[in-house]
């Protein structure tokens, strides 16, 4: 099927689903670099205009790849909701998100019947404020050691890496965290290696700290996901199960993983909570990493822009019920984000189509050193996205991680944010932060005595001995 459309008389035509949703793309180096891209903007325009009046039944009925991932995800999950908006065109459903009336609707099951290319398709057509708009009243709640999503909550997962995987490292980082009231969503380490021991050990030492602390947040080490399975079967405590996904079969082939290896983790880490009972108030154990780019880079992308592709990806999570997903937005270089402006729009990109899907999606607000952004964009774009309703984002120490080297989001940075709009942290978390003396009046309290060198954590190799928790005890006291 041609798509066309005409601006002043000069007509334009798309010869399929997958040219015209990367012609209505808005500018990407990525797009660019795989030669799918709309030529010049008057190219975009006709392309937007040729969507808009494309029915969300002619996308469903237009698979753009033949892979598992399509055969998963570009079904409506919910065929008779989806039934109730299958003869919208992509304008009006536009329209349709944007209404004030929208929530309620999308709240009572609409999101299970939105696919990945009807949200893609979607985005293309917003402003950046439609982007913050829209997805603002759509709240996705999630539960595993405490409950993050609700109203008024801008979560933060603490990023204590460390360059050599030194736990006692990695836990002075995670307390420094805590006294910014940042670790809601997660306390989650990338590690350095791959090792199984060492992946085990920081697994133990973060069970340690907030058992230790009382602290009501859950763990993860960012290790793939068969590193982590090792690390289960020798009784390390795993509470969310990590994995970065893609939107295609080959994509996912590149990360080693595939849909039936993740549902083996997902039933592992399930049976695992089942024996360590009293620790959890709901059993969404996943945590699933994306970011647009990622499926070009693997040569894996199919003709498909990055926007769709990664709202392929975000479809992908939402399979196995995550607690989090979290897409990375200017980690993978100015290749597929070229600039500020891009990684910008990338990050509300995300964002929505994630959220109109119903996946819990926060965004790591990062870039590397070798793009055109910086400090003061990061921060514009953080607001943006508190602003957009986003569940949560990054606290690491200065905003610059020491073992990625890249740069994202501090923890005074979130502080900073909570404050200025009003945001809390989760209510488990903040009654923790209060009772301990570190929150007061709806932000952090002045400086707690932790400890604050590695010296004076005195944390063994093993992590486990009865005087890290007591001195741990004492640093809460």
Same mark, same amino acid.
């Given at each position: 099927?041609?798509?066309?459309?005409?601006?002043?008389?000069?007509?334009?035509?798309?010869?399929?689903?997958?040219?015209?949703?990367?012609?209505?793309?808005?500018?990407?180096?990525?797009?660019?670099?795989?030669?799918?891209?709309?030529?010049?903007?008057?190219?975009?325009?006709?392309?937007?205009?040729?969507?808009?009046?494309?029915?969300?039944?002619?996308?469903?009925?237009?698979?753009?790849?033949?892979?598992?991932?399509?055969?998963?995800?570009?079904?409506?999950?919910?065929?008779?909701?989806? %039934?109730?908006?299958?003869?919208?065109?992509?304008?009006?459903?536009?329209?349709?998100?944007?209404?004030?009336?929208? +929530?309620?609707?999308?709240?009572?099951?609409?999101?299970?019947?939105?696919?990945?290319?009807?949200?893609?398709?979607? %985005?293309?057509?917003?402003?950046?404020?439609?982007?913050?708009?829209?997805?603002?009243?759509?709240?996705?709640?999630?539960?595993?050691?405490?409950?993050?999503?609700?109203?008024?909550?801008?979560?933060?997962?603490?990023?204590?890496?460390?360059?050599?995987?030194?736990?006692?490292?990695?836990?002075?980082?995670?307390?420094?965290?805590?006294?910014?009231?940042?670790?809601?969503?997660?306390?989650?380490?990338?590690?350095?290696?791959? %090792?199984?021991?060492?992946?085990?050990?920081?697994?133990?030492?973060?069970?340690?700290?907030?058992?230790?602390?009382?602290?009501?947040?859950?763990?993860?080490?960012?290790?793939?996901?068969?590193?982590?399975? +090792?690390?289960?079967?020798?009784?390390?405590?795993?509470?969310?199960?990590?994995?970065?996904?893609?939107?295609?079969?080959?994509?996912?082939?590149?990360?080693?993983?595939?849909?039936?290896?993740?549902?083996?983790?997902?039933?592992?880490?399930?049976?695992?909570?089942?024996?360590?009972?009293?620790?959890?108030?709901?059993?969404?154990?996943?945590?699933?990493?994306?970011?647009?780019?990622?499926?070009?880079?693997?040569?894996?992308?199919?003709?498909?822009?990055?926007?769709?592709?990664?709202?392929?990806?975000?479809?992908?999570?939402?399979?196995?019920?995550?607690?989090?997903?979290?897409?990375?937005?200017?980690?993978?270089?100015?290749?597929?984000?070229?600039? +500020?402006?891009?990684?910008?729009?990338?990050?509300?990109?995300?964002?929505?189509?994630?959220?109109?899907?119903?996946?819990?999606?926060?965004?790591?607000?990062?870039?590397?050193?070798?793009?055109? +952004?910086?400090?003061?964009?990061?921060d514009a774009l953080l607001v943006l996205l508190a602003a957009a309703g986003c569940g949560y984002v990054m606290g690491v120490p200065g905003g610059d991680?020491?073992?990625?080297?890249?740069?994202?989001?501090?923890?005074?940075?979130?502080?900073?944010?909570?404050?200025?709009?009003?945001?809390?942290?989760?209510?488990?978390?903040?009654?923790?932060?209060?009772?301990?003396?570190?929150?007061?009046?709806?932000?952090?309290?002045?400086?707690? %005595?932790?400890?604050?060198?590695?010296?004076?954590?005195?944390v063994t190799a093993a992590v486990s001995g009865r005087p890290v928790r007591e001195l741990l005890a004492r640093a809460a006291a």
């Amino acid at each position: 099927m041609t798509y066309r459309a005409v601006i002043r008389g000069e007509g334009f035509g798309f010869a399929s689903l997958r040219e015209l949703l990367a012609a209505a793309n808005e500018e990407k180096s990525g797009d660019q670099l795989a030669g799918i891209a709309a030529r010049d903007e008057r190219e975009r325009v006709a392309a937007k205009i040729a969507l808009a009046d494309v029915r969300l039944s002619e996308i469903v009925a237009e698979p753009l790849i033949d892979d598992e991932v399509t055969a998963a995800v570009s079904r409506p999950a919910d065929p008779a909701a989806f %039934a109730e908006i299958a003869a919208l065109t992509v304008g009006e459903f536009r329209e349709f998100v944007l209404d004030q009336g929208f +929530a309620a609707r999308w709240s009572s099951g609409l999101a299970a019947a939105i696919t990945p290319e009807i949200a893609a398709a979607c %985005a293309k057509l917003m402003s950046n404020l439609d982007l913050v708009a829209a997805p603002k009243p759509l709240r996705v709640e999630t539960r595993c050691r405490n409950v993050m999503g609700g109203e008024g909550v801008l979560g933060v997962r603490a990023q204590p890496n460390h360059p050599t995987d030194d736990v006692s490292g990695i836990l002075l980082s995670a307390l420094d965290g805590l006294g910014f009231g940042c670790g809601d969503a997660m306390i989650g380490v990338n590690p350095a290696t791959e %090792a199984v021991g060492t992946v085990a050990a920081i697994l133990h030492g973060l069970h340690d700290l907030i058992g230790a602390l009382g602290v009501p947040t859950q763990t993860s080490v960012l290790a793939h996901i068969t590193t982590q399975l +090792a690390a289960l079967e020798t009784g390390a405590p795993v509470d969310l199960l990590f994995q970065s996904v893609a939107g295609t079969e080959g994509a996912n082939r590149s990360f080693g993983v595939d849909l039936a290896l993740l549902a083996e983790g997902r039933a592992a880490v399930v049976a695992q909570h089942a024996s360590r009972p009293g620790e959890f108030v709901g059993d969404q154990v996943m945590y699933f990493e994306t970011g647009q780019g990622s499926a070009l880079s693997a040569e894996a992308h199919h003709g498909v822009d990055q926007l769709t592709i990664e709202a392929r990806a975000q479809a992908v999570a939402r399979l196995f019920d995550p607690f989090l997903v979290n897409s990375v937005v200017g980690f993978i270089g100015p290749e597929y984000l070229a600039d +500020a402006t891009q990684i910008t729009r990338a990050g509300l990109e995300d964002h929505f189509v994630g959220k109109l899907m119903g996946v819990p999606t926060g965004i790591d607000v990062c870039y590397t050193n070798h793009v055109n +952004a910086d400090q003061n964009s990061n921060d514009a774009l953080l607001v943006l996205l508190a602003a957009a309703g986003c569940g949560y984002v990054m606290g690491v120490p200065g905003g610059d991680d020491v073992m990625l080297n890249y740069q994202t989001t501090s923890y005074h940075d979130v502080a900073t944010v909570r404050r200025t709009l009003g945001l809390r942290p989760a209510p488990a978390f903040e009654a923790w932060l209060e009772a301990n003396g570190l929150w007061r009046d709806g932000a952090p309290a002045p400086r707690p %005595a932790w400890p604050t060198s590695l010296a004076e954590l005195d944390v063994t190799a093993a992590v486990s001995g009865r005087p890290v928790r007591e001195l741990l005890a004492r640093a809460a006291a």
